[in-house]
Each structure stands twice: as C-alpha cells, then as structure tokens.
C-alpha cells in the first residue's frame, strides 16, 4: 500500500538555525512528489514538485530534494514567517495523491 | 477567479441533517479532487474526478458521502444524516492535467456536526 511518512512531527528552531525535514515514501509508480506548506485554518499552499531521483528545487529559504525512498525539504537561516506545518505528498500511477501527517515547523525569533 | 474557491467556509450541522459542500476549482482544470482533514492530520483522499467522471470514490467513507461533477467543473460534496464523526476540515483541489502536474488547494470548509 502506498504510504508516506515524514518526520520529525515537530520541529522548533531558532531564527537563524538551518535544519531539514524527512519525507519517506513507497509508492506504486511515482509521478511526482510535492512539497506543500499549511498555515493554520488554510488550504495547502503547493512549494514544489520533484519527479524523478537527484532532482533538485530551490525557492527562497527552502530547497527540496529527491531520492528513490525519500526527500528533504532543507531550510536555510530560518524567519519566524517560515512557522507552518509542511506537508509532503505522492501521486501514483493511479492519480491518487497520498499525504502525510506533517511536520509543524515553529520558529522562533 | 484565480483560486480554487470553497463555500461554505464553516458549517454547523446537526447530527442526522444532510449538508451540500461545493468547489469552483480552477478554470480549466481537468482533475478535482475532494480531501478529509482532522484536526493535526495530512489531508486523507476521499474521491478523484477527471472532468464530469468520477474516476476513483475508494476513499469515501460510508454510503451517506456522495460526490458530483455535472458538467466538469463545479463539484458538490454531500453528507447525508451526519454523524459527529464526520466532524472536519473538507478540502477540494484541482489540477490542470490528469497526471504528472501539482494540485492546487481551497482554504476548506470546516464541517462540525453537533
């Protein structure tokens, strides 16, 4: 069954202090990997797409990353505005897109 | 407009009432997609439209939820003889293709039934 975990659950950084957050997955047939990030009594806001392993997308403070089994998303010098809950989510071969729980990010100035 | 826009943005339902949800998805967007989010949860998949047809509703959760496309772009979420159980956030999202491409978010219709 496909399946998508990420981690940690919670992460609090200080303004300033780079970190990364983990986003394992098995998947029938990937067709993409997306990076969302959710503030609080809103719909996801879509950050990235990867396709296939070794690709890499950069926005900002955030840079995504794919492997065959997972991806980070690595945050650079963090701002208190980056404070969210980041989601990461796969489509499979069957157009279903699969999501998991999140990491909420806190970070604090 | 630009967004994938949902209404109502909060409802209150009595337990036992029927309650309709609707989606404007994206101009143009072939693929809609209807989310179910508890509270500290990822969004779980409940249904998949390409255009009007309902592709894939392996994800609903009981014969009361129901969907529909009629004309391939509006879509209504409907609960029949709600339970507190079906207490959420509702998301709806579309995407401009039927593979390969990102899904775009409404801000969600937060569903409590009391």
């Known amino acids: 069954e496909d399946q998508v975990t990420q981690s940690p659950e919670a992460l609090r950084l200080q303004e300033g202090e780079s970190s990364s957050l983990n986003c394992s997955y098995t998947?029938?047939?990937?067709?993409?990997l997306f990076w969302y990030r959710q503030d609080p009594g809103k719909g996801p806001e879509f950050l990235f797409t990867?396709?296939?392993a070794g690709e890499e997308k950069e926005k900002e403070r955030l840079k995504a990353t794919l492997t065959k089994k997972e991806s980070f998303l690595h945050i650079t010098a963090p701002k208190p505005e980056d404070s969210a809950t980041y989601l990461c989510?796969?489509?499979?071969?069957?157009?279903?897109?699969?999501f998991g729980s999140g990491t909420k990010l806190n970070v604090k100035p | 407009g630009a967004g994938v826009s949902q209404s109502p943005r909060y409802k209150v339902a009595k337990r036992g009432q029927d309650v309709a949800l609707r989606c404007d998805p994206i101009?143009?967007?072939?693929?809609l997609f209807w989310y179910q989010q508890a509270l500290g949860q990822g969004p779980e998949f409940l249904t998949y439209?390409?255009?009007?047809?309902?592709?894939?509703k392996s994800g609903l959760p009981s014969d009361r939820f129901f969907a529909e496309r009629p004309e391939g772009s509006v879509s209504t979420l409907k609960i029949q003889r709600t339970q507190q159980e079906d207490s959420a956030v509702y998301l709806c999202?579309?995407?401009?293709?039927?593979?390969?491409?990102?899904?775009?978010f409404g801000q969600g219709t937060r569903l409590t039934v009391v």
């Open positions: 999202a579309s995407s401009e293709y039927e593979m390969n491409t990102e899904a775009f």
């Open positions: 998947v029938s047939g990937l067709r993409g």
């Open positions: 990867l396709y296939s």
């Open positions: 989510a796969v489509r499979d071969n069957f157009n279903k897109f699969y």
């Open positions: 101009s143009g967007h072939v693929s």
């Open positions: 439209f390409q255009n009007e047809a309902q592709l894939d």
